[in-house]
């Protein structure tokens, strides 16, 4: 394996909705990809060569050994929040194109309006080019909560994931990024198998299963600019990873900062 490079997605957003439009208070507009502008996405994905895989492939020995000989990052698609939309627009792009996905799932928001219902969830589950994982309970930033807290909302929702999918295993998505060294720890010894953040960079061989790095594809995203962000070499890609960055820096010292609800 070289490297993958995990693209984090939110909702897709209906043609013909209005501008900032959201399928629930918990999203943020700037992460809504247009209905359009996915298909263009994960066409490109295909139509470029690009090995895809699926989160649960890429914690797998040898993974991504096809994208090391062509010299490009493997790539893998995960989905947060767990919207509606997840169900209703992305899933059929993602079947048609026969590209794997992850959909993170904040389960205490199961069933709310705008977002996935348990019978979208097991559907989902039951289709082999997805998988479902856990994005905490309440969508509370785990690093914010106490150690029973934190405990507590990551229990829960590994067992409504695995209620509702009969898988033995999951991942989980921070959410807001927000993370630190005791809640891998936690997530860990809950039974999680890996944890996906919003650090910026690539999955490197060896990396570290409860670190992993995610680039965020926002709405603001041309397809142009879709394409640079897949070269890790690119200005787009360096750009973004060094805001991203700097943003992370800022928000470990000086606290939460108001960089939006997305994550």
């Known amino acids: 394996m070289r490297a993958a490079l995990v693209l984090m997605y939110h909702q897709i957003v209906p043609e013909g909705a209005s501008p900032g439009w ?70 059929p792009v993602l079947s048609k194109f026969g590209i794997p996905a992850t959909f993170f799932v904040a389960t205490g928001h199961i069933g709310a309006p705008g977002m996935l219902t348990e019978s979208m969830v097991a559907e989902l589950s039951a289709r082999p080019i997805f998988r479902i994982g856990s994005h905490g309970e309440s ?16 229990r829960r929702s590994l067992e409504k994931v695995r209620a509702l999918t009969g898988q033995k295993e999951a991942e989980i998505s921070a959410p807001g990024g927000r993370t ?14 890996a944890q996906a953040t919003s650090r910026p960079g690539l999955f490197l061989p060896g990396g570290d299963p409860f670190s992993i790095p995610r680039l965020p ?22 750009r973004d990873w060094w805001v991203r960055s700097a943003k992370q820096a800022a928000r470990a010292v000086l606290g939460t900062l108001p960089f939006g609800k997305g994550g």
């Open 139 to 154: 969508h509370r930033f785990l690093s914010e909560l106490s150690e029973e807290e934190c405990e507590d909302e990551l």
């Open 22 to 91: 959201v399928p629930a208070p918990l999203a943020d507009p700037r992460y809504g990809v247009g209905q359009k502008d996915f298909v263009r996405q994960m066409a490109h994905l295909r139509e470029e060569g690009y090995t895809i895989l699926s989160l649960d492939s890429l914690l797998a020995p040898g993974a991504g050994d096809e994208a090391a000989a062509s010299g490009r990052p493997a790539v893998a698609v995960t989905f947060d929040d767990g919207y509606e939309t997840d169900w209703r627009l992305a899933a």
């Open 180 to 193: 630190s060294p005791r809640v891998a720890d936690l997530a860990r010894k809950t039974g999680y198998r």
């Open 217 to 238: 594809v926002m709405s603001r995203h041309s397809l142009s600019d879709f394409s640079a962000l897949l070269d890790p070499r690119s200005p787009a890609t360096r």
